[in-house]
């Protein structure tokens, strides 16, 4: 498969990329076979499939959110959005593997300029995992720092260069700091096997261990000092769109966009499978002609598509956010987690209809809908979606309420 090196270099550095993002989200399309192909075995193994990375490679996406100074692509948020939610179509494992790539490089492309340098300086495209919590320790040394910590749910740890772990400062004295992101090469990483769950086994999200492993100043961001994005008068490596989005609502409405296309996908096999289906001791011969089934099938789909829409809506905000550099306000923010819980709302609710309409068949091992069904119900449980979490926000912002209960980047 040809890659788009090309748009690279044709392509002004005010706005988004747009010729490449075309061909991107098409090539996310034409991958549908091999993904789906793969998903029963990656989800069998618990992590993606070389095959399926060395495609996903090929195909240019890990490039999509690298800033277009260190050889990127320099796409908008809607670009990423849309090919995470077709790679999801296939397996929502491939899509939120994706989206912790692209959202784990955008975050590293934000550093101060030693810490970008120190990533992407050598002209190699670094593949970064990254987890937050629980922080890990940080301790002061000539030169850097020696880094410990066990970090679980790491998706996509498998087959990154580089892991993107929360840490605090511990000092000689005993003090402790709030700290930021260290940047450690999987080389110097144990990964242990920790991930046995019900949803997105194929995402590989273990625990990872590093234990005394020396890091130098550069691979150290600083996040409780310099605050997210510090972007200061004498910075160099900066000046994209992507460089001016919000944190918390682009890592939040790209992942939303996954269990999305999970969820149209589950809607077009259901709605395909009714035809001709029959329905067990009533006299339906045929499901598609049961009245109560199509008004079931039809509030399924409005719900699904009245998400996508609210969720596009946001993804459209983060891209012009990046176009203006003008901050969301508080108010902002908080409707825009809260529209982000209505749309995990609307899916949760969609797809339970829709397995209730597909029947006790789907749930065999051998139907790929009970594998869209598991990630797409699991992964909107992920922290950053809890529904009653993005209300409490927009209730208290309404309310003039402060503080309110998360950090505003998380928000």
């Given at each position: 498969?040809?890659t788009a090196t090309a748009w690279k270099t044709e392509i002004a550095d005010t706005g988004y990329n747009e010729k490449a993002e075309k061909e991107l989200v098409g090539r996310a399309k034409e991958l549908y076979p091999v993904?789906?192909?793969?998903?029963?075995?990656?989800?069998?193994?618990?992590?993606?499939?070389?095959?399926?990375?060395?495609?996903?490679?090929?195909?240019?996406?890990?490039?999509?959110?690298?800033?277009?100074?260190?050889?990127?692509?320099?796409?908008?948020?809607?670009?990423?959005?849309?090919?995470?939610?077709?790679?999801?179509?296939?397996?929502?494992?491939?899509?939120?593997?994706?989206?912790?790539?692209?959202?784990?490089?955008?975050?590293?492309?934000?550093?101060?300029?030693?810490?970008?340098?120190?990533?992407?300086?050598?002209?190699?495209?670094?593949?970064?995992?990254?987890?937050?919590?629980?922080?890990?320790k940080l301790e002061p040394v000539d030169g850097g720092y020696i880094l410990t910590g066990r970090w679980p749910y790491a998706s996509g740890c498998y087959h990154a260069d580089w892991a993107q772990v929360g840490c605090n400062?511990?000092?000689?004295?005993?003090?402790?700091?709030?700290?930021?992101?260290?940047?450690?090469?999987?080389?110097?990483?144990?990964?242990?096997?920790?991930?046995?769950?019900?949803?997105?086994?194929?995402?590989?999200?273990?625990?990872?261990?590093?234990?005394?492993v020396f890091i130098p100043h550069a691979q150290f961001d600083y996040v409780a000092k310099n605050g997210m994005a510090n972007h200061h008068p004498g910075k160099r490596h900066v000046g994209e769109p992507q460089d001016y989005?919000?944190?918390?609502?682009?890592?939040?409405?790209?992942?939303?966009?996954?269990?999305?296309?999970?969820?149209?996908?589950?809607?077009?096999?259901?709605?395909?499978?009714?035809?001709?289906?029959?329905?067990?001791?009533?006299?339906?011969?045929?499901?598609?002609?049961?009245?109560?089934?199509?008004?079931?099938?039809?509030?399924?789909?409005?719900?699904?598509?009245?998400?996508?829409?609210?969720?596009?809506?946001?993804?459209?905000?983060?891209?012009?956010?990046?176009?203006?550099?003008?901050?969301?306000?508080?108010?902002?923010?908080?409707?825009?987690?809260?529209?982000?819980?209505?749309?995990?709302?609307?899916?949760?609710?969609?797809?339970?209809?829709?397995?209730?309409?597909?029947?006790?068949?789907?749930?065999?091992?051998?139907?790929?809908?009970?594998?869209?069904?598991?990630?797409?119900?699991?992964?909107?449980?992920?922290?950053?979606?809890?529904?009653?979490?993005?209300?409490?926000?927009?209730?208290?912002?309404?309310?003039?309420?402060?503080?309110?209960?998360?950090?505003?980047?998380?928000?």
């Amino acid at each position: 498969m040809a890659t788009a090196t090309a748009w690279k270099t044709e392509i002004a550095d005010t706005g988004y990329n747009e010729k490449a993002e075309k061909e991107l989200v098409g090539r996310a399309k034409e991958l549908y076979p091999v993904i789906l192909k793969g998903a029963e075995t990656c989800s069998d193994k618990g992590r993606l499939s070389d095959e399926v990375i060395d495609a996903l490679t090929d195909a240019g996406f890990w490039d999509m959110a690298l800033p277009r100074r260190w050889g990127g692509y320099g796409t908008s948020c809607r670009a990423m959005s849309l090919v995470g939610a077709e790679l999801a179509r296939a397996d929502p494992s491939v899509g939120w593997v994706y989206t912790v790539y692209h959202g784990s490089t955008w975050a590293a492309s934000l550093t101060p300029d030693a810490t970008q340098e120190a990533l992407f300086g050598d002209g190699g495209k670094a593949v970064i995992c990254a987890v937050a919590n629980p922080p890990g320790k940080l301790e002061p040394v000539d030169g850097g720092y020696i880094l410990t910590g066990r970090w679980p749910y790491a998706s996509g740890c498998y087959h990154a260069d580089w892991a993107q772990v929360g840490c605090n400062i511990h000092h000689p004295d005993g003090r402790v700091e709030h700290g930021g992101n260290a940047y450690v090469r999987m080389s110097d990483v144990t990964i242990e096997d920790t991930w046995h769950m019900i949803g997105m086994k194929g995402t590989g999200s273990n625990t990872i261990v590093v234990d005394k492993v020396f890091i130098p100043h550069a691979q150290f961001d600083y996040v409780a000092k310099n605050g997210m994005a510090n972007h200061h008068p004498g910075k160099r490596h900066v000046g994209e769109p992507q460089d001016y989005w919000p944190f918390m609502p682009f890592l939040r409405a790209t992942a939303h966009c996954v269990v999305g296309g999970a969820a149209l996908e589950i809607l077009d096999r259901v709605t395909a499978a009714m035809h001709g289906r029959k329905i067990l001791y009533t006299t339906y011969n045929d499901q598609s002609q049961c009245v109560n089934a199509q008004a079931q099938l039809g509030e399924a789909a409005a719900r699904i598509q009245a998400a996508i829409a609210v969720t596009l809506k946001n993804v459209d905000l983060v891209d012009q956010v990046g176009l203006t550099r003008e901050p969301l306000t508080a108010a902002q923010r908080a409707l825009s987690k809260a529209e982000g819980s209505i749309a995990v709302d609307l899916v949760s609710q969609a797809v339970d209809k829709l397995m209730f309409l597909a029947g006790s068949s789907a749930f065999n091992d051998a139907n790929h809908l009970q594998r869209l069904y598991r990630d797409c119900v699991f992964g909107m449980r992920h922290t950053a979606n809890l529904p009653y979490v993005g209300y409490e926000i927009l209730g208290k912002a309404l309310l003039g309420i402060t503080p309110n209960i998360a950090h505003p980047d998380f928000i």
